[in-house]
């Protein structure tokens, strides 16, 4: 009779320690899934906000698109409402689609493919819209100065103070750019190792 006592506590202990081990197996999984979201959490609202604050620009220039009456500042003004748009919604969607990869369901080899074809869109999103951002300062710098002061910058000569701020810009948009497209790098690289420790 002890014997099958003891068979019988040994098997119901068995049973209890495989099912606290499914269960803390569940709970590291289900951290990792939140760790994972969590490394998207902090680029995703900077880039919201960043995306609101081009939106009301970008609202703004419409609302005074009539003040543009030259064909080239038109331009610029179509080139600075481009810009304002489509590259936030492309970066936000792009950040929605990282953030809300199911790490866990799925097989592991379509996740990870999965995930490095959209962070690396992500990133190259970040270099063009790092580029463009230089090449938009030639487009947007006119648009505004119509719209706020109706002054035409093409048919105005800089002053010297004017070239300074507009050097310091450029060099202050270069440390800018650099700390952030490492930052990103950063973040993608982690989730990324977070993704590849649930082979």
């Given at each position: 009779m002890?014997?099958?006592?003891?068979?019988?506590?040994?098997?119901?202990?068995?049973?209890e320690?495989?099912?606290?081990?499914?269960?803390?197996?569940?709970?590291?999984?289900d951290?990792?899934?939140?760790?994972?979201?969590?490394?998207?959490t902090?680029?995703?609202?900077?880039?919201?906000?960043?995306?609101?604050v081009?939106?009301?620009?970008?609202?703004?220039?419409?609302?005074?698109?009539?003040?543009?009456?030259?064909?080239?500042?038109?331009?610029?003004?179509?080139?600075?409402?481009?810009?304002?748009?489509?590259l936030?919604?492309?970066?936000?969607?792009?950040?929605?689609?990282?953030?809300?990869?199911?790490?866990?369901?799925?097989?592991?080899?379509e996740n990870?493919?999965?995930?490095?074809?959209?962070?690396?869109?992500?990133l190259?999103?970040?270099?063009?819209?790092?580029?463009?951002?230089?090449?938009?300062?030639?487009?947007?710098?006119?648009?505004?100065s119509?719209?706020?002061?109706?002054?035409?910058?093409?048919?105005?000569?800089?002053?010297?103070?004017?070239?300074?701020?507009?050097?310091?810009?450029?060099?202050?948009?270069v440390?800018?750019?650099?700390?952030?497209?490492?930052?990103?790098?950063?973040?993608?690289?982690?989730?990324?190792?977070?993704?590849?420790?649930?082979?």
């Open positions: 002890e014997l099958e006592e003891l068979k019988s506590a040994w098997t119901q202990m068995s049973d320690l495989n099912h606290q081990k499914k269960l803390t197996n569940q709970i590291i999984l951290m990792t899934k939140q760790k994972y979201q969590n490394k998207f902090t680029i995703t609202k900077y880039e919201t906000l960043g995306a609101v081009c939106f009301v620009v970008a609202f703004f220039v419409l609302l005074n698109f009539s003040k543009l009456d030259t064909w080239y500042l038109q331009v610029c003004g179509v080139l600075t409402l481009s810009f304002l748009i489509v936030p919604v492309m970066v936000l969607t792009t950040l929605k689609r990282l953030k809300n990869i199911d790490i866990l369901n799925g097989s592991y080899k990870l493919k999965f995930y490095l074809k959209t962070k690396n869109r992500l190259r999103l970040q270099k063009i819209g790092i580029a463009v951002g230089f090449i938009a300062l030639f487009f947007i710098v006119p648009v505004t119509k719209i706020i002061s109706n002054k035409n910058v093409f048919l105005t000569s800089l002053k010297t103070e004017q070239y300074i701020v507009f050097a310091i810009t450029l060099i202050i948009m440390f800018f750019c650099r700390w952030a497209y490492n930052g990103y790098l950063k973040i993608t690289q982690s989730a990324q190792e977070l993704i590849q420790e649930l082979e």
